[in-house]
């Protein structure tokens, strides 16, 4: 080493000495701050340097600032609710402040599952829950998750209220649309994908709305009425799973009542089952105006409430200190709750990976690149929306076989696609396609501006098209008589607040596409809808295409679909009944307001497909079903057991013409001795994706509590011995193979299990 090269070293040490020195020592000031400690080693350092008031600041939320601006007093302990109303992004869902002393930020929260919700910003949509529910792909939820969490992070959000996982318990429910399908394990993967992704920006999902809140009537006053078993066997293990695959932050607890408990303060569902036997240790954050005690809810287990002033009081405000003074609730208890939120907070990246500068709303969106996004949502909705039907080939409409004349009629396809209501609707880039239509405000309909029309055009340019609004019979009729090819929109709009009045098409929808099936023997009907709907002319139309609500780019994915330019893999969620009469409450019970009323769910743990089964009853479309414009033979089905674990390997031969995607499903069913709820369950799934000719094989390990019934009294979940039946299948009525399985008896706990 030469000597100038030795001086250069000294300076370079002394310059990188006096660089650390001042880190170091905010480091042993702040020592939570040391990322190489674990999220619960910070946790712990952050706590008990906290002040009570500081706790007192973390646990509670307030909305944003149209809601805040009623508020006068200062109603936690040394906060002026005014300074709050600067700090909070405008339209947002709500805002907890931050702790500059110990370099806590404050918690900005964005709604929700298909994308950052606000009026006042232009954000990108993916297709509803529900919709890439149907692709049976958690990568496809994940990318979504991924990407919305992103205009998340970069509008300035580090708490996302998304993962929607209740089972769509009742047809008519109006938030079908946020949630992801009928079955536990279907619901949980794809609703776990999607906060895996958004989690992956380091900012914070929850997962919601715990407990069974299986309707929107009545939300707030209705007691949902199940036996443990049963709940346990069902939602509750939607929720289970999901937390499992994707370890969210935070739980949303629901508005409803649970067997009489209100969910937010319900000990059973959030002391015992979430936090003691799943163990889970993240925060639960209340539903806006879920709250309805102080002393109930903090002991019944809720760590945060939300949305100031939802709830009437504040009740972690004062109340919450004063309870604390006066041994109502206990001091230890208030440190749970912080040192949850804490922990969620450090665990998820939210302190490690703070938000840019500029918090307010809009400042930063010239980072996020719309274009990108919009295709990751028509990438999402190509894998999930379901052809239900497609006789004669009338699909896809190909380049090959042109039609010469197509007329669209209907719901406004010319320029817009639907999206659900409530505080899961994203406001389009570009605005609403279809502006005043719906009740108003915060329930105004939402129209994607994405044509399905203009992008057939684009994809058939020599076809005439020919757009009818679908608002008059005699002039749909003659519109579709003059073409070769006659597609219809159909329309269900569904939202939060709100459950379905009737699974039937609203105005004259029905008579236009049976006028349209008699006037032109190529009808296709494209349904956008919110979850299951009837269709008394299934049998006389060619096709059907179910688009659910399908985003950004909806129109795009749609033509795309119709075109064969996608072949379409999408597979039914839930069950389309053929009648309202096979559901197990052919109307939803309850009245919006007035005195507390009950629905008892006696049919357990027998939801969707699985009533059905046991009923015998014959669905329009059945779970799982979804067409494919190739054919796939699935076989080679085998049932295996080793250390207590069960795998299914089979295997899928794309036996057409066309590269495809087939969805494998592994349902169960289990000797009488083992008590189900319903002949068999979904098991496992796989989607494979296959070129023509191609073969692809697949394993799929199965939750040991999928195949078992829940024991109240001991808490166990137990396995019944004996001969077992696997069904490999492309959907639910549509089994390919059966193989035997012979169990032994085995009892184990939720606990057990993640050891
Ligand atoms: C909804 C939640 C939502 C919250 C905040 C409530 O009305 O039920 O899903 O996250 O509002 O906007």
């Not at 008699?518 to 002319?537: D, H, Q, T, Y």
């Not at 250390?643 to 087939?662: D, H, I, L, P, Y």
């Not at 994706?689 to 019934?709: C, E, H, M, N």
């Amino acid at each position: 080493m030469t000597s100038m090269h030795a001086s250069l070293l000294a300076t370079a040490v002394a310059l990188a000495l006096s660089a650390a020195a001042p880190t170091l020592l905010a480091a042993d000031a702040q020592p939570w701050m040391n990322k190489a400690r674990t999220s619960t080693q910070r946790t712990e350092l952050l706590l008990q340097a906290m002040t009570q008031e500081e706790k007192l600041l973390l646990v509670f939320g307030y909305a944003s600032g149209d809601q805040l601006a009623q508020v006068d007093a200062s109603v936690i302990p040394g906060v002026n609710a005014k300074e709050v109303i600067t700090k909070v992004i405008p339209g947002s869902a709500g805002y907890i402040p931050g702790i500059p002393r110990l370099g806590l930020p404050a918690q900005f929260q964005a709604d929700a599952s298909i994308g950052v919700r606000n009026p006042y910003l232009e954000r990108t949509s993916l297709p509803s829950s529900l919709a890439t529910a149907a692709s049976w792909d958690s990568r496809v939820t994940e990318a979504g998750g991924r990407m919305i969490g992103l205009e998340a992070r970069l509008s300035g959000f580090n708490i996302m209220l998304a993962g929607g996982v209740n089972l769509a318990r009742e047809a008519q429910n109006g938030r079908n649309f946020e949630y992801t399908g009928e079955d536990p394990l279907l619901a949980a993967e794809m609703g776990a994908g999607l906060i895996r992704g958004v989690q992956a920006n380091h900012i914070i999902s929850t997962v919601k709305h715990y407990l069974i809140n299986a309707q929107e009537t009545g939300r707030n006053i209705v007691s949902a009425q199940i036996s443990e078993p049963a709940l346990r066997m069902s939602d509750a293990l939607a929720f289970e799973l999901a937390i499992e695959k994707s370890s969210p932050g935070s739980v949303m607890c629901s508005y409803n009542r649970i067997n009489d408990v209100y969910a937010c303060q319900n000990d059973k569902w959030q002391n015992q089952v979430l936090k003691r036997d799943w163990g889970y240790k993240g925060y639960v954050m209340s539903d806006w105006g879920a709250v309805h005690s102080t002393v109930q809810d903090a002991n019944g287990g809720l760590d945060q409430q939300s949305g100031f002033p939802f709830d009437k009081v504040a009740h972690f405000g004062k109340p919450l200190k004063e309870a604390i003074d006066d041994g109502s609730v206990p001091q230890a208890r208030l440190d749970d709750m912080v040192r949850r939120i804490l922990w969620a907070m450090f665990d998820k990246g939210v302190v490690d990976h703070p938000l840019g500068d500029a918090k307010t709303a809009g400042a930063i969106a010239n980072a996020i690149d719309y274009a990108a996004h919009a295709k990751i949502s028509q990438q999402a909705a190509e894998q999930s929306l379901v052809l239900l039907k497609n006789e004669a080939g009338v699909l896809p409409l190909s380049p090959d076989a042109m039609p010469k004349r197509v007329a669209i009629i209907g719901s406004y396809a010319d320029k817009a696609v639907l999206a659900g209501g409530g505080s899961a609707v994203v406001t389009p880039i570009g605005g609403n396609a279809v502006p005043g239509l719906g009740p108003g405000g915060w329930l105004t309909q939402v129209w994607q501006p994405s044509s399905p029309m203009k992008a057939l055009q684009k994809l058939l340019p020599a076809t005439q098209f020919a757009f009818d609004a679908g608002t008059d019979v005699a002039a749909a009729s003659k519109a579709a008589a003059a073409a070769d090819v006659a597609i219809v929109f159909v329309h269900q709009w569904t939202a939060e607040s709100l459950d379905a009045p009737s699974l039937s098409l609203d105005g004259n929808q029905d008579a236009v596409v049976s006028a349209v099936a008699k006037a032109n023997p190529n009808a296709v009907v494209v349904v956008e809808s919110g979850g299951a709907i009837l269709m008394p002319w299934a049998k006389d139309v060619k096709a059907i295409l179910a688009a659910f609500y399908p985003g950004a780019n909806g129109g795009e994915a749609i033509a795309r679909l119709l075109t064969g330019a996608v072949n379409p893999s999408g597979r039914l969620p839930l069950t389309f009944p053929a009648s309202t009469d096979q559901l197990v409450r052919p109307q939803i019970g309850g009245k919006s307001e007035g005195p507390l009323f009950t629905v008892r769910y006696t049919e357990g743990a027998a939801v969707g497909y699985k009533w059905f089964d046991l009923h015998g009853h014959k669905p329009l479309y059945a779970f799982g079903h979804g067409l494919s414009y190739t054919s796939f033979e699935l076989g080679g089905l085998a049932a295996s057991q080793a250390k207590g674990q069960v795998t299914v390997k089979f295997s899928v031969k794309n036996s057409g013409n066309r590269e495809g995607a087939s969805v494998g499903q592994v349902y169960v069913s289990a000797p009488q001795s083992a008590k189900w709820e319903a002949p068999r369950r979904l098991v496992g799934f796989d989607k494979l994706a296959l070129k023509p000719g191609q073969t692809g094989t697949s394993a799929v390990t199965i939750d040991p509590r999928l195949l078992a019934t829940f024991d109240e009294a001991t808490g166990e979940w137990v396995i019944a011995p004996g001969s077992y039946e696997v069904q490999l299948g492309a959907g639910s009525d549509d089994i390919r193979a059966t193989a035997k399985l012979s169990l032994t008896g085995r009892r184990f706990t939720s606990a057990q299990l993640r050891r």
